[in-house]
């Protein structure tokens, strides 16, 4: 593994836990400040275990490679130099079951993205995100009713208080409820790879939706843009024990594309039909796919 690697990699488990525990943090009430200062403390220290971890794996390698080396001539040294950072991106040395992809893949996957339309309801929605007086702008209320005249089946589905939120105050629980019903209605207009619709796939594939499967709307501060994170957490089984697993399907809704937040399960779900097998997992229910 190379240094360049071991570096990107730790940046972006640092990343991924600040923004996540960040979230975690500001459902549960805290302040935006502390939850994103807790956060990135949080991801920092697991960055670094990683670094402590793998580093001495690295060094050894390094220090193999250069014994061989001495025995080649300058011009191959160069040449191979120049192809350790080619493939600086290298899949290969993770495992398949969680990158879906094949071990003579080189080079690191790219996202995967889907066009779907934009309704004017959501381009409102997006537009008075902050919106407190529903006389004056379009929020919350105006779109789930929304959601609901779209697709009336929604009304069947409940959003359960887990134990977890047994120390929520209302606004928290409004809030989870209103993020659960906006990723209920994204689901409907995803397609799977395999023709399913998100939805369809996670009421037969994963027994149905979870509180923390959500829609949440985001500014992006960098390209000045509203948009949308959409987080679905799936249930399946392992097909080499039948122990139960989860794995995430994290997209983007910007303007009228979903963009995968993962080159590997969400864009392999987006890109590949068969792509519960290429991560060698089924369906966790008995209507398995």
């Not at 399960?265 to 792509?275: E, Q, V």
Request: net charge neutral.
């Amino acid at each position: 593994m190379t240094d360049f690697f071991l570096l990107l990699l730790s940046f972006a488990i640092w990343g991924v836990i600040w923004r996540f525990s960040a979230r975690h943090w500001r459902k549960k009430g805290w302040g935006l400040v502390i939850s994103h200062v807790c956060a990135g403390i949080s991801g920092l220290l697991i960055a670094l275990l990683v670094l402590v971890v793998i580093a001495p794996v690295n060094g050894n390698t390094n220090a193999s490679t250069q014994q061989n080396g001495e025995k080649k001539s300058d011009k191959d040294s160069v040449q191979r130099t120049e192809q350790e950072a080619s493939e600086s991106t290298a899949v290969a040395e993770l495992p398949q079951a969680f990158t879906g992809v094949s071990p003579t893949e080189k080079q690191w996957p790219t996202v995967a993205s889907i066009t779907v339309p934009v309704s004017s309801d959501e381009r409102k929605y997006l537009r008075d995100m902050t919106c407190l007086d529903e006389t004056e702008c379009y929020g919350d209320t105006r779109f789930e009713r929304y959601i609901m005249r779209t697709y009336p089946d929604l009304k069947k589905i409940r959003f359960i208080r887990g134990n977890d939120m047994s120390n929520d105050d209302e606004e928290t629980v409004r809030m989870m409820r209103q993020q659960f019903i906006q990723g209920l209605y994204f689901a409907k207009q995803i397609k799977l790879a395999n023709g399913q619709s998100l939805f369809d796939f996670m009421q037969s594939c994963s027994g149905g939706f979870r509180p923390n499967d959500s829609a949440e709307s985001d500014y992006d501060s960098k390209n000045h843009l509203e948009y949308f994170s959409l987080q679905y957490f799936v249930r399946l089984r392992q097909l080499s024990n039948g122990r139960p697993l989860e794995l995430d399907l994290l997209f983007d809704r910007r303007g009228d594309q979903i963009v995968a937040n993962s080159p590997f399960f969400s864009s392999n779900a987006l890109r590949y039909a068969d792509f519960l097998a290429r991560h060698h997992v089924e369906c966790a229910t008995t209507g398995r796919q």
